[in-house]
């Protein structure tokens, strides 16, 4: 009974995320954008857990190759555009810390818009294009059990390969990224800290860094979850190992899906005030989007 509870508290949370967002105008930036299409991703994958769980307690697979084909396509594809959106998390809020006073200018609600599409669409593409050309699926052979369990077949190489180009590469980008962000927060913060221990007066503009600079360490965690529930599945798909841990380690994966509404509801004031609406239906009051949320007590 553990599976169908956490898929509904991945699904559930996630669409909480969702609503409040599309819901709430004062929420409509370019990162809650992304925030919003990472959200989608976890929330439709906690959506296909139950048949993730299925395929793997059974090793069953009833519905034929071209369908197989087809949830193998779309699973990779939901965790491709994960890792897809973290990297522009990690863009937004580097631009946003390095670079305040170019953000308005280079991070804009359209140009936030196409990199989203273009990250989804790549990482449709690709996956489409890797599942292709490991396109050998084990589900041929007819058992007195069940008909065969579907399953991607690929060598080492495409393994190794996939690992770089789905893993490591991105990781190392976004990495990169937060180092320099964590560096530039470190030098903020002790600039405003000291400005307001003498006594002097701390401008608007410092007290926005440090409000970027807050949200940067609060998305710098749900990368950190995102890597350490990660890490171990690649680690151990490019090595021989007992089926029953890669499993595991698979639904470990899954699980990241329902902790980053959990960070948003620790370290976002606004989520806590958007949930609380949602749940005591008050989006549905008259210009209930246009409340400002951000600064509502």
């Keep these: 009974m553990v599976v169908p509870h956490k898929t509904c508290r991945t699904v559930f949370l996630n669409l909480l995320v969702i609503i409040s967002i599309s819901h709430f105008k004062k ?9 919003l299409s990472l959200a989608v991703a976890d929330m439709l994958l906690g959506l296909v857990m139950p048949i993730e769980a299925t395929r793997l307690i059974e090793t069953c697979w009833y519905f034929g190759e071209t369908s197989c084909g087809l949830y193998s396509i779309f699973i990779a594809m939901l965790l491709s ?9 990690a863009v937004d809020r580097y631009v946003a810390v390095c670079h305040p006073l170019q953000y308005p200018q280079k991070i804009t609600m359209t140009k936030t818009l196409i990199s989203i599409s273009l990250s989804w669409f790549c990482s449709s593409a ?42 490591i590469f991105p990781c190392i980008f976004i990495i990169s ?9 470190h030098l903020q913060v002790n600039v405003i800290n000291s400005l307001m221990k003498s006594g ?3 401008n608007e503009g410092s007290l926005r860094r440090k409000s970027e600079s807050k949200a940067a360490l609060t998305l710098g965690i749900i990368v950190t979850v995102y890597l350490l529930c990660y890490i171990p599945y690649y680690i151990c798909s490019i090595t021989v190992i007992s089926s029953t841990t890669i499993n595991v380690l ?8 329902g902790l980053n509404p959990m960070v948003y509801a620790l370290f976002y004031p606004w989520f806590k005030k958007t949930v609380k609406r ?5 989006i549905f009051w008259p210009a209930s989007s246009l409340v400002n949320i951000l600064t509502e007590h």
């Design 250 to 257: 698979t639904w470990v994966v899954y699980f990241n899906s």
């Design 200 to 202: 002097r007066c701390v």
């Design 278 to 282: 949602i749940l005591t239906l008050k």
């Design 27 to 35: 929420l409509h930036t370019p990162t809650n954008l992304i925030i």
């Design 81 to 89: 555009a994960s890792l897809s959106n973290l990297v522009l998390i």
């Design 177 to 185: 990224f937060y180092l320099r962000i964590f560096y530039v927060v």
């Design 126 to 167: 690709y996956n489409t294009a890797f599942v292709i050309n490991n396109g050998y699926f084990d589900i041929s052979h007819q058992t007195d059990v069940c008909y065969g369990e579907c399953s991607v077949q690929m060598g080492f190489a495409w393994r190794v390969t996939d690992l770089i180009m789905s893993f």
